[in-house]
């Protein structure tokens, strides 16, 4: 009787103990988020209630002007004329890239083996690339008086293509030409992570669906994409986020030769205004209205991740 009544601490401490034990090692990632995530964040906020400029920046007191930068901005009509086409090119960039990005994935779920070794050592090339690195290469593709895509063009008998200027000759050219670059350096991570869980898909349910008469197409629609709709959830969240801020792209563009104003997007606009013109706290306004937007944007997605999680 009494060793039994002697463990029931015993049991009770070591209960207590494991929460604590997980809560410190998780402390260490907490302080890091706060630190690198957290502080960057709330200065954002406080400085986007405020008047900050050059002067600011060399320590002269900040004037707080509190909504009167998010009031200047939702009531300038070049901030929705960025915001809409920025939301276009992200809607159509991500939607493209997903639906490559499956078909890419089935496939290499159905190729054979040395088939698929080269498609994904191509794939990974293509994503560890630099970014700036593949943009010189597009350049000299795209590149008016000796760009590889001009003289096929003009081969084929387009003969207007045979110098013609993709970035500065017409706004959809110079979107047209940013899309193709964004879609194609972000396909390899899309088709990489969805054959990862394509491949953890049961063999017994396929088998199963193959006897009761299922056809490749029905596999595909009714078992495999259900089965790994969380990722292809969290594939298409992030690939948005990316997509709506986009900035490396467009800024490297436009300084190629790009119409800066009628091209902007929501990323090189908050550049433009922050380190351009200086004005700091109304690019940290600007950048805040970004964040919400995009949290309203992906709220749906998160949701459903947030409780296919507590599953």
């Known amino acids: 009787m009494r060793s ?25 990632a907490i ?26 920046q060399f320590g002269a007191p900040a004037e707080w002007v509190f909504f009167d930068n998010y009031k200047s901005i939702l009531t300038n009509p070049y901030f929705w004329k960025v915001f809409g ?15 490559i990005g499956i078909g890419l994935s089935l496939l290499l779920l159905r190729t054979a083996p040395w088939a698929r070794r080269i498609l994904n050592t191509t794939l990974v090339v293509v994503w560890a690339m630099p970014a700036l690195a593949s943009l010189t290469v597009w350049q000299w593709l795209i590149d008016p008086n000796f760009g590889l895509i001009n003289w096929v063009l003009s081969s084929l008998g387009f003969k207007e293509m045979a110098h013609y200027n993709w970035l500065s000759g017409s706004v959809f050219t110079f ?4 899309s193709i670059i964004i879609i194609w350096q972000s396909i390899p991570l899309v ?5 990862a869980a394509l491949a953890q898909v049961s063999e017994d349910m396929l088998e199963a669906s193959m006897l009761d008469g299922a056809n490749n197409w029905q596999q595909i629609r009714h078992i495999m994409l ?25 800024y490297v563009l436009q300084q190629s030769g790009g ?33 919400i937007l995009t949290l309203v944007l992906t709220s749906h997605y998160l949701k459903m991740l947030f409780k296919q999680g507590e599953v």
Request: glycine share 6%; with cysteine; hydrophobic share 50%.
């Open 4 to 28: 039994t009544l002697n463990k029931k601490p015993d049991a009770e401490k070591l209960h207590f103990k494991k929460p604590i034990a997980a809560y410190l090692l998780i402390l260490p």
């Open 85 to 99: 086409k920025s939301l276009l090119f992200c809607l159509v960039t991500a939607s493209i890239t997903m639906f």
């Open 259 to 291: 119409i800066q104003e009628e091209t902007n997007l929501l990323g090189t606009y908050v550049y433009q205004t922050g380190i351009s013109r200086g004005n700091y706290g109304m690019a940290s306004a600007l950048a805040m209205v970004i964040l």
């Open 31 to 56: 302080v890091m988020v706060l630190v690198t995530l957290g502080y960057p964040l709330a200065k954002q906020i406080i400085m986007s209630f405020q008047k900050f400029g050059l002067e600011q």
């Open 175 to 178: 979107y047209l030409v940013a």
């Open 226 to 250: 259900p089965v790994i709709s969380p990722v292809i959830a969290l594939i298409g969240v992030l690939q948005i986020i990316w997509d709506l801020r986009v900035f490396t792209q467009i």
């Open 191 to 195: 088709t990489i992570s969805i054959y």
